[in-house]
């Protein structure tokens, strides 16, 4: 007996069958990542950069209400005004660690709970930080070679400054006035600033970047980012932001080459550990130093 209506239901699947088929006889669809080298398939993009960039900025605001808040505890204990506590050196340089500390923790438990979200385990490794592509015995003379080689850019950024000196101190220099500011910035510098910058410009920018505009324009455009975004510090000092521009290129390009953060990281710690060399030797061990502001 005729089914007109069994028929008809079997006419209507009939594309989606159709399409069943051809797509099982095609077998699963290419990953489109799959031309990009390893440590350019991450699992996040522009919106996620975007995010970090808000989280950036409360986190601002959040570290500056903070330290401010205990900065009026402590005035009112002391019976001062709080704006005269904060002109106080030692002060200043307090301010700036907890504020870049609690920035610093804030972007990284942002990256970590993006990281797990995206199904990836392995927190440090998704980030770049993996080991530089040759045998394990070598790694240790690349790392000490990338320790040596920022080191080395420290010297010739410094030997570069020579050439145009700024006509009033850049805001930096207002952590340099004493001794415990100094170690105070010091700590900050090299124990924690290598560390969240790398992870966060060579690690989690880098490679958005260079998936979208390329390996080389990743390159520049990370370089100039991490260049400008020091910029506060050096307000006025103008060559020094370029000179850092140029210093973030040449991380960039470690990170590109060796395809992880890890010999990137050693180069901007040799590059943080020699500013201070150079600026003990120049003090005679921080014994000559400017008048604080």
Do not use: C, K
Request: net charge neutral.
């Amino acid at each position: 007996m005729w089914d007109s209506e069994n028929t008809s239901d079997n006419l209507a699947r009939a594309p989606e069958s159709a399409e069943g088929n051809i797509s099982a006889l095609q077998g699963p669809q290419p990953n489109p990542d799959v031309h990009l080298p390893e440590d350019l398939r991450v699992p996040w993009g522009w919106a996620d950069l975007l995010l970090l960039l808000g989280i950036f900025v409360v986190a601002l605001v959040i570290s500056s209400l903070a330290v401010g808040a205990g900065l009026t505890l402590i005035a009112d204990a002391r019976g001062t005004d709080p704006q005269q506590l904060f002109s106080q050196p030692n002060v200043r340089t307090v301010v700036l660690v907890l504020q870049q500390t609690v920035t610093f923790a804030l972007l990284f438990a942002y990256l970590f709970v993006r990281v797990r979200m995206a199904g990836a385990t392995a927190f440090w490794r998704t980030l770049g930080w993996r080991g530089a592509p040759v045998g394990e015995r070598m790694r240790p003379a690349i790392y000490l070679l990338s320790l040596f080689g920022g080191a080395v850019v420290a010297i010739l950024v410094q030997l570069a400054s020579l050439l145009h000196r700024p006509e009033t101190p850049p805001p930096i220099e207002q952590f340099f006035r004493t001794r415990e500011s100094i170690f105070l910035t010091m700590g900050l510098a090299i124990g924690l600033a290598p560390l969240a910058e790398e992870t966060i410009f060579r690690g989690f920018l880098y490679p958005v970047l260079a998936r979208s505009f390329g390996i080389r324009a990743g390159v520049l455009l990370t370089g100039a980012l991490f260049g400008f975004s020091h910029a506060a510090q050096l307000w006025g000092a103008w060559w020094q932001v370029v000179l850092l521009v140029l210093v973030g290129l040449a991380f960039t390009t470690l990170r590109a080459v060796a395809g992880s953060v890890t010999p990137a990281y050693f180069a901007h710690l040799g590059y943080n550990s020699a500013l201070f060399v150079q600026f003990y030797a120049a003090t005679n061990g921080f014994r000559n130093l400017p008048a604080p502001l």
